[in-house]
């Protein structure tokens, strides 16, 4: 059981990271928050599939390798960028240590990567275009760290430094209080506004190009990662440098989607070669035919 206070606003809170226990197994708050998560974002995408001239189908059949493989990406990237914590004493990793996802250790931008490697195969393989296939699922992603944050609230992790602010939360670490930045926070709020500006132009049918809302998604996600990376106290960091791993791909990944967003637009595409459009054009031929 942990304790948490947010005393700017006289608020106390005690959290215990396991929901339920069937005997000795527990199921834990951070897991099915996560799965909330998931849920959402596949039902959304779901639900929009034909906006982008997809069908359901499309999106059940790229979970089901995204889902494993997202969790594989994560995991590698957490242990690549920390593996000091899984060597044995003998300095060998240790492949039981890092096959203990139970106990943490994930990192999002890991499972981003590995997701859209596996986004781009199922795209070839259904001969759907890449570009339209990640327009669709940033929304997935989007709702999924939104909701994934507050599995990290429940775990009392992904925590900042210390500060004075209204909204600072009251933790024990290492034995000893401390009031730090909410970061958890912070950055579930930054892509709740980032997918409800997507929401926006996806229902007023703002998209240019195929590929638009994926760059939007890389642009907002990365700004705001960067900033509250450097507030965070358990950033990974590139080997022994000290430079934080994610807020570099962040703010580099932020400027690279801004230069494309920026060339793209300046080229003046023509909304009727988003694959959408195509898709309805060649099935208003085939009904005329």
Known sequence: MNTVTFPGLGLTLHLNRVAFSIGDFHVYWYGIIIAFGFFLGV???????????????????????????GIIGARLYYIIFNHTLYLDANGKLDLQACLSIHKGGLAIYGGIIVGILITWAVAHHKKIPFPAMLDLCVFGLFLGQIAGRWGNFMNVEAYGSPTTLPWRMGIEAAGQYIEVHPTFLYESVWNLIGFCLLVWLLN???????????????????????????????????????????????????????????????????????????KQTENNMKEET
């Open 43 to 69: 039902s959304f995408c779901c639900a929009n599939a034909k906006k982008f001239g997809m069908k359901p189908d499309d999106i059940l059949d790229l979970i089901l390798f995204v889902a494993p493989g």
């Open 204 to 278: 007023r049918g703002i998209r240019s190009f195929d590929g638009m809302y994926f760059l939007l998604y890389v642009a907002w996600y990365g700004l705001g990662r960067g900033f509250i990376e450097g507030l965070r106290t358990d950033s990974l960091y590139f080997f022994s440098t000290g430079i934080r791993t994610s807020q570099l791909l962040a703010f580099v990944s932020c400027a690279i989607a801004v230069l494309l967003l920026i060339w793209k637009l300046r080229t003046h595409p023509d909304p009727n070669n988003l694959y959408v459009n195509r």
